[in-house]
């Protein structure tokens, strides 16, 4: 329970006793020989903003269209609330989609738009104009009610799209990719707008999206996927601070990964052999590790500390030439040269002003990380 005063922890996946919305169990989609969707067994939960993520082909629209109905597993079993949706047709199920395009009519008005689902629904004729009034109020549309879609900006037709989406109060809205026709700003300011409607309803979102950075932002899990498979299911920060593979940590914000051999392992400590004439990386595990055992060691570049002189207080330090600069504003990322040719980057907050800044180009320099700072990965 809650301490007085804290937000309660939303974690139904932790809760034995919590009942899946959405079970996938064993679901395979193949398109003749290709496998889009392999083996998969997931839960979604109600209330949960789930992401589904991964590059082009990974698989994630194909899910979504089985949820939606759009597609039929070639084995397996979808569940919707207890029930198995495959027979059920798109039109019958309480979900709803909305797409990257919005799908709006441009002859309706924003109004006509939300209330024209609802009119060729079951809902009382005297009812639509009080349910078409709460999805403006929510989504803060009320001035533009009598605008065309012609008439208002990107970010107030997805909320259109959205409203209309949400009119039928649906046990499930799928999104797909609906902020990739918005600029960042628009697209980092509308994330948190869904956010903020999504806790509002209680509706359970599911977001197909290439975007790391939209899937991190918006989501209570996220599912990384690849060639059809699952290969990591976890909270955001979980996903970036404890990758499972690789290839999570790859696809996953900026990393660098260094390959190398355990040499010595003392309890949870672990010390790992990378290059040649380059101190051994002291690192830490949560499970035994054979010693010869390959492994790749991944560090995010904020964990790197760059510094003129050599610490005397770190577990690692590594020296290397400054190649090159990243300016971004808020923060800048350094690449440097390490002995070899390897490349490795660390990355700063820029809390000083740019003509104060003592590291330059060709500079020599010393890379600096704690013995938790990365994690131990096995493939």
Known sequence: MAQPGTRPVFAPWNDPEQKPLIQFKNVTKKFGDFVAIDDITLDIYRREFFALLGPSG?????????????????SGTIMLDGVDIAPVPPNKRPVNMMFQSYALFPHLTVWDNIAFG?????????????RVEEMLRLTRLEKFAKRKPHQISGGQRQRVALARSLAKAPKLLLLDEPLG?????????????LMDIQEKTGTTFVIVTHDQEEAMTVASRVAVMDHGRMIQVDTPDRIYETPSSVYVADFIGDVNIIEGTVSDVTDDKVRIDWAEGQPKINGTIAGGLAKGTHVHYAIRPEKIAIATQPPTDRANVIEGTVHDIAYLGNISTYKVELAGGRMMKAQVANDRRIARREITWDDKVWLSFTDTAGVVLLN
């Open 181 to 193: 026709a918005l600029d960042k700003k628009l697209r980092q300011d509308t994330q948190f707008e």
């Open 118 to 130: 609802l009119r060729r629904s079951d809902m009382p004729k005297d009812q639509i104009p009080t």
């Open 58 to 74: 990974c698989g994630k629209t194909t899910l979504m269209r089985m949820l939606a109905g759009f597609e039929t597993p070639t």
